[in-house]
């Protein structure tokens, strides 16, 4: 099984794929000097404990590592995650 995640700006989203299909979305809007999380869902039928986990650090590491942008949480499922990872405090805006 191969798990990959990558940004799909066209469709304002960050997708995992196993083995080369979609099976979760994080969406998001951008903003002047943010990245807004609005949802996150991992197909039910594909789900194994952390792929979400793996699809959002993923995407907020790219974040990070790639822009200047901060991180709003709208999404409860990015929100909690934040705050389960203090280590990536410093990406949220204040």
Wanted: charged letters at 30%; aromatic letters at 6%.
């Amino acid at each position: 099984m191969s798990l990959s995640v990558e940004n799909q700006p066209d469709q304002s989203r960050y997708a995992l794929l196993q083995d080369g299909e979609v099976i979760g979305i994080a969406e998001y809007d951008l903003r002047d000097d943010a990245i807004v999380f609005t949802h996150t869902e991992v197909d039910e039928a594909k789900r194994e404990k952390g792929m979400a986990s793996t699809l959002v650090q993923t995407a907020l590491d790219d974040v990070r590592d790639h822009s200047d942008r901060r991180v709003i949480a709208s999404c409860p499922y990015v929100r909690s995650w934040l705050s389960e990872h203090p280590d990536y405090a410093g990406l949220q805006k204040r």
